[in-house]
């Protein structure tokens, strides 16, 4: 039996959603029980494209896709997870395909200088890049919206008053952020609550963007953003925050996090982490961790929370935004997808494609996979002047009660 | 250097809240620092009460207590973790005394005979016992409160309120509950959310009791209380609900706890897990596990977590009430002070002095100690019309927008 029959034959028992397939002879045909509005159809123009995705999984289907080997008529995004589907997953990746993916991740620890090169290909491909399809915050995580409707540039300002909320930040604390990005929320929580801002970062260009905004918003005496590692970190503050920075740090790596985050908050102190956790503990996804985020561990929320127990941080409030984060990923693409010309200048359609296929997936991943993202707020020692409930987190108007009985 | 000189010694380095001893040779000691309110003196009428605080930690502190050897001038919550202090254990448990933990924790393993044991010393004490000190819901649980000078009653229909919110029950639904006390969630849920309850005990008197009340109720075709374990339990449920069992189930038995879950819940249907937590794993306290809980074990949520992982529960929210606990324990201590003639009555003076060290520690191991309260809520499988945040937890007007996108 060839490749094609034999795939054929497995499709055909195939359960879920509706698509066709149309093969590199001509054939086309529809595999799945369920009718659906999110029908496509994949065209493998190639047999080297099947084999790629049936021995090579996610890896091979985003390469095939990348080199033009694969079209989609009909939403990627619906069609990416099919790859992952068991009828597709018969066959394992080869021990040479597993060795090339060891050695991989080997390669891309994330040591101090591990994780300077790790940062640099992502987060260097330059600020106008980014700028494209970003909102004007530059918020490159996940917004959390108000109403289902809510735009994107609203919910980016909502998610940064959410998180200074949870903190609790007033006027005159220091706060400490590991990985701040373009600086966004730091020139947001300095300017709107008046905290004195040190913000972490190891990629050059958007610490060189982070400064000169803060320039140009007069903001220099109460943000400071310091070119360094996480591990390198100095001082005690009265806050800690963490808006998507631990994706990046790799389990090796939890232990020295959380001692970074016990040295660097004073007593009675609040933190939070904001990261993208999985429903249950797994590898990278092999093309993720090769093409868009090298070094990069998404971890289940029973990897993180050990961490902060041995830390003897008490643990506030556990958050899970994942459908937040599908609405965030649709607005990425939809503004990607606009300035895709613009984009295909800088690189080149290649890079189009892979990126394309970046977006769709992590969108996927979010609304049918196992991708949640969790905001973990927590306090060092016995915080007793703490909030009665959460209400406050969305009711401005509240009068917001704190218990006073123990303090 | 005898045992009073060296624990004189000790003492004179402790450097937290003032509090005073009074030997039994009649000398008066003011030891600590900082002047505090909270200001209390233990009376160690005996050389013995002495010696079985510091060789035998809370145990001996407790039946020191128990058998007046000790009395408390202040009050007790405050004087309850002073055992626990480093200064007055530097004296471990001899191997003997540690022996016989062993033994006690191996003889009150919960299987379903040795659960059946357990609840039965502790939850049959009789129901005329619970009702004198708990609120007239019966709520042995947790309460809470929307304001801090909220009353014990209203906080406990608070408390059956925001779970039902958090559940998002609907008329019609089906629902099991694990370990139902006497039954009062049940009623509540029933009576208020029109869902049919399907609860679970093995406590033989409240089960009585809860069968008995939904008769007077005229809930007998919502409501079905069935005495037997949750790992008996049969059938398929909308909703899944445990409120303050998990205490009981032992380590051992969390993976068949969460696979109790799992087979008795259907695919999108929500779960609730409302339990004390400690902040880091930890044993269950030795006074504790032989006078009050047999086999009782509080779980950190490092503990808990990666069962529900292990089943791919979606966790969709966790919510720290530790304040809320140690306030509803201040209303518990207070009634039971109320009516302590009456506990004297039924039971003796031992008895009620056990009781009052119960009490006082379980406050205080929320307000200043290691315990908290969580209550975790989670999906089976991928639940994507759920609400944008949590607001509606709280505000009865709020419109409650559900996500739409995905469904």
């Not at 050695?103 to 640099?120: A, D, E, F, V």
């Not at 300017?191 to 060189?208: A, D, L, R």
């Not at 607005?331 to 080149?348: G, I, T």
């Not at 959460?390 to 123990?406: K, L």
Request: net charge positive.
């Amino acid at each position: 039996m060839n490749l094609l029959t034999m795939t054929d034959s497995l499709l055909s028992k195939y359960r879920g959603r509706k698509f066709a397939v149309e093969y590199w002879d001509g054939t086309r045909k529809v595999y799945g029980t369920e009718d659906s509005k999110r029908f496509f159809t994949i065209k493998l123009k190639t047999k080297s494209a099947l084999k790629n995705i049936v021995f090579r999984g996610s890896l091979g289907f985003g390469e095939a896709y990348m080199n033009g080997e694969i079209e989609v008529e009909g939403d990627l995004a619906d069609c990416v997870s099919i790859p992952s589907e068991p009828y597709f997953q018969l066959f394992r990746p080869s021990v040479r395909e597993k060795l090339k993916y060891i050695r991989m991740y080997l390669k891309n620890r994330n040591t101090l200088k591990g994780s300077r090169k790790n940062i640099h290909s992502h987060y260097d491909l330059g600020n106008d890049f980014y700028r494209l399809w970003l909102d004007k915050n530059l918020q490159y995580t996940c917004a959390y919206f108000e109403y289902p409707e809510q735009g994107l540039e609203e919910a980016q300002i909502n998610k940064m008053e959410y998180v200074c909320r949870k903190l609790e930040l007033k006027p005159g604390e220091s706060v400490i952020e590991t990985g701040c990005g373009w600086g966004g929320f730091a020139i947001y929580a300095a300017k709107h609550y008046g905290v004195k801002m040190t913000s972490y970062n190891i990629s050059h260009e958007q610490i060189q963007y982070a400064k000169e905004w803060a320039k140009r918003e007069n903001l220099e005496d109460r943000v400071t953003f310091i070119e360094d590692d996480y591990r390198n970190a100095t001082g005690t503050y009265d806050k800690y925050v963490s808006i998507g920075m631990l994706e990046h740090v790799g389990l090796d790596n939890y232990e020295t996090f959380s001692k970074t985050i016990d040295e660097r908050l004073k007593d009675k102190g609040l933190g939070l982490i904001h990261s993208i956790t999985k429903v249950f503990p797994a590898p990278t996804d092999a093309f993720t961790a090769k093409y868009i985020f090298p070094g990069g561990l998404i971890p289940a929320l029973s990897e993180i929370i050990p961490h902060l127990e041995n830390r003897k941080f008490t643990i506030i409030d556990i958050d899970n935004l994942r459908l937040h984060y599908a609405r965030t990923l649709h607005f990425w693409r939809e503004r990607f997808e606009k300035n895709v010309d613009k984009v295909r200048e800088m690189f080149d359609e290649r890079f189009v494609r892979m990126w394309r296929v970046y977006l769709s997936g992590a969108m996927t991943s979010f609304s049918d996979g196992p991708m949640t993202l969790s905001q973990i707020l927590f306090a060092k020692g016995k915080v007793n002047n703490v909030r009665l409930n959460r209400r406050a987190f969305y009711d401005t108007n509240y009068e917001d009660p704190h218990w006073q009985y123990w303090t």
